[in-house]
């Protein structure tokens, strides 16, 4: 009896550590800050997860570079021809797992502290713009605007990287789109 008393008093302080807008998220899957850190960004996609995932089976998906800019004197076209290489259009399985969020975290470890000035996701649309700086080098921005669901995502995103003209500048823009085609083929016991 008395376990039970202390793992009840335990979730409530641990239920009362959740921020109203975490506790928003959970509720609703709904996520709308502006000018948050990437911790405070993270904790709310944890918490909107159970009403946001995306429904394991068949994906069909494509990533496709739609321009790509790395600053006066550069031969842009190449760079463009380059990055095409990376484009990919596959039908394949996912997992839960791999269907998971994007771990933001990482975001920082690649381009600096960052700044969500907006994040909104809600009502199936996704519109943000990080800005991300590294000493000694030009601040990042990073805009993403699209549609997500439980069985597909249309999602833009442009990477900009310094001031147009100025050394260190580039700029980045994909699109992925994706969606649930089935379920998974029945893998055969050999």
């Known amino acids: 009896m008395r376990a039970t008393i202390v793992l009840a008093a335990t979730a409530l302080a641990l239920a009362g550590c959740q921020s109203a807008a975490e506790k928003h998220a959970a509720e609703t899957g709904e996520i709308d800050v502006t000018n948050a850190k990437t911790d405070e960004v993270t904790g709310l996609i944890k918490a909107a997860s159970a009403k946001t995932a995306v429904q394991p089976g068949l994906w069909k998906a494509t990533l496709t570079i739609d321009a790509v800019d790395v600053g006066p004197g550069a031969d842009n076209a190449r760079q463009l021809e380059i990055a095409k290489g990376l484009e990919r259009d596959a039908t394949e399985c996912r997992t839960a797992e791999q269907l998971k969020p994007f771990d933001i975290d990482r975001l920082e470890k ?56 100025r050394p260190g500048y580039s700029l980045v823009k994909m699109r992925s789109t994706g969606s649930r085609v089935g379920e998974c083929p029945v893998q055969a016991k050999g």
């Open 110 to 165: 690649a381009a600096g502290e960052c700044t969500f000035i907006r994040y909104v996701a809600k009502g199936g649309k996704v519109d943000a713009r990080i800005q991300c700086s590294k000493p000694n080098a030009p601040v990042t921005t990073i805009e993403i605007a699209g549609t997500t669901g439980a069985t597909g995502f249309d999602v833009t995103t442009q990477n900009t990287t310094g001031v147009a003209g």
